[in-house]
């Protein structure tokens, strides 16, 4: 089946530094690319979303220069949070769309920002 | 505006039937996702519908009925692994996915 590849699983990061989210589809080519932020016990939050060949359309309230996404391809988006501090603290997923009737999730970055 | 419902949490028991239904009112519709997601975790795929009627994948099912903007997932035979959230989204005119806030399956002995 579709498998999204999404690294770092965990990560732990000082207070002001730069953390890369990369996700990568390994056996399709991805027509929309979701990036999402869950916080513990609530919903999927939609922080940005790019279709095929443009650049990424953020949410209101998210701030692209500090959450930098990068559509380097059809099967790769990264996700750079720019000078982290602790409320950037959550879980990010990745969600890639394979046509209209399919979209699979990577496996979640857990971010914790010290 | 668009708006997705569905149960916050639901019980049930080992080896029973539960129906977790979702409603949506959105602009346009483009078909409705179900994922199931455990705590900590992922979300992962569970089916996808774009026509009335049911659709069914082993021990789960999903069904839809556009006329009534209605879901449901119907998990049979449940085990205790089948505690998780389980979110209902529903792709717009746009493409774009709306989620609904999920609902808590709890299953007991």
């Known amino acids: 089946g579709a498998v999204v590849s999404q690294h770092p699983s965990w990560v732990i990061c000082k207070s002001g530094t730069s953390v890369k989210i990369e996700c990568r589809s390994l056996?399709?080519?991805?027509?929309?690319m979701f990036w999402y932020r869950q916080f513990p016990k609530q919903s999927l939050m939609l922080m940005a979303t790019s279709n095929e060949g443009s650049k990424a359309t953020y949410e209101q309230g998210v701030e692209k220069d500090k959450f930098l996404i990068n559509h380097a391809s059809l099967t790769l988006s990264t996700l750079t949070v720019t000078s982290a501090h602790p409320e950037d603290s959550s879980f990010y997923i990745c969600?890639?769309?394979?046509?209209?009737?399919?979209?699979?999730f990577g496996q979640g970055t857990r971010l914790t920002v010290v | 505006g668009q708006n997705i419902d569905q149960p916050t949490e639901m019980t049930a028991t080992e080896g029973a039937i539960v129906q977790i239904n979702c409603t949506y009112q959105t602009s346009g519709f483009n078909g409705l996702f179900w994922y199931q997601q455990h705590a900590g975790e992922a979300p992962t795929f569970l089916s996808y519908?774009?026509l009335d009627g049911l659709e069914e994948k082993g021990r789960f099912s999903s069904f839809l009925s556009r006329s009534k903007g209605y879901s449901y997932l119907l998990l049979k035979e449940l085990q205790m692994k089948d505690s998780a959230s389980y979110l209902c989204?529903?792709?717009?005119?746009?493409?774009?996915?709306?989620w609904g806030a999920g609902t808590k399956l709890i299953i007991k002995p």
């Open positions: 969600l890639f769309g394979r046509g209209n009737t399919e979209a699979f």
């Open positions: 989204a529903v792709m717009d005119s746009n493409y774009q996915l709306i």
């Open positions: 056996d399709f080519q991805a027509t929309t």
């Open positions: 519908n774009v």
